[in-house]
């Protein structure tokens, strides 16, 4: 009854439940900017494009069940939206030409590692490309930090010199029409803050919501759902106001941050060649840049006392340095 319990609470927290521990490559090196990472969304479906097909054959492809969490709560999916998304995903719904696995024979499998939120989530980015986010919500009295400025328009479509074309043409190539999203949700995917009572905030679950997805992307090799994360979850702390930061409620969330994206489950094993996962380098530049605000925290400091954290932190904070 207590694990069930357990489990209950890690969903309504958008946690996947934590995988079985393993050992990590700790030397962890610098390399890339976490300002790099909106060009990265689109730069690797190379997977993706290399085995695209048309919707009509995803329809018609067999369904596959998955088993989510330790209640096995079960979802079906059309077997080409998922094994399309990576190799690892085509030898498990697909099996090899040399072998086929329990998973594809049966048509099923079990993943009781995973959350149903995140899954239900990476569920919706194989069949649509996108996820949907819940409103941030921040405390009332709080300053919401302005919009993002609208991007500059593109280049005119008459080119350079408009006095060749007729009024004709202009009156052509600029005709418009209204038309619906392409998806019905793309209004819930793009992260976004609002005003609200304190006890409603949620600002921890948003940021666990991406790094849960980002883990599980990168069990399966998604990389394209890897980067999607990391620049939500970039977009996300870049509408937390500096201000702010330094509230022990917002110390508190930045801890929990910290602390999940380093469990074993998350990104411990996922440090190598010397090269430090994005997600970590990410959250830990994040903490760098509020280190006025944590500083004095003592719960903070006791987590990041020794490992890889203080390790990783130290790097970013004295490039140059070199810690044997």
């Not at 369904?63 to 077997?79: A, C, R, S, W, Y």
Request: proline content about 6%.
């Amino acid at each position: 009854m207590a694990k069930k319990k357990k489990s209950q609470q890690r969903r309504r927290l958008h946690l996947p439940i934590p995988a079985r521990s393993v050992s990590s490559i700790e030397d962890p090196s610098l390399e890339g900017k976490a300002s790099t990472l909106a060009g990265r969304v689109s730069s690797d479906n190379r997977y993706k494009n290399s085995m695209a097909i048309s919707f009509e054959a995803i329809l018609q492809s067999r369904t596959f069940k998955f088993l989510i969490g330790d209640d096995e709560v079960p979802f079906t999916v059309h077997e080409a939206a998922f094994a399309d998304l990576s190799p690892e995903l085509d030898t498990l719904m697909r099996g090899r030409k040399d072998m086929k696995m329990n998973e594809s024979l049966e048509g099923k499998a079990k993943w009781e590692d995973v959350d149903p939120d995140t899954f239900m989530r990476f569920t919706q980015f194989a069949y649509t490309g996108d996820y949907s986010v819940p409103k941030m919500i921040l405390g009332m009295g709080e300053e919401i930090p302005p919009p993002a400025p609208e991007p500059e328009p593109g280049l005119e479509i008459y080119g350079n010199n408009n006095q060749y074309w007729t009024e004709t043409q202009r009156t052509f190539h600029t005709l418009n029409y209204t038309l619906h999203p392409k998806s019905r949700f793309a209004h819930t995917c793009e992260p976004s803050v609002e005003g609200g009572p304190n006890e409603e905030e949620n600002i921890a679950a948003i940021l666990l919501l991406h790094v849960s997805l980002y883990a599980l992307a990168h069990r399966q090799g998604v990389t394209s759902l890897q980067n999607l994360a990391l620049s939500k979850l970039h977009q996300t702390l870049q509408m937390l106001p500096p201000s702010d930061v330094g509230r022990d409620k917002r110390v508190q969330d930045l801890a929990t941050l910290l602390r999940y994206t380093y469990s074993d489950g998350i990104t411990g094993d996922y440090v190598v060649e010397g090269k430090m996962d994005d997600l970590r380098e990410l959250v830990v530049q994040y903490v760098v840049l509020n280190a006025q605000a944590t500083a004095h925290d003592r719960d903070f400091l006791e987590l990041i006392e020794g490992g890889a954290i203080v390790r990783d932190i130290w790097k970013l904070a004295a490039p140059g340095v070199v810690v044997s």
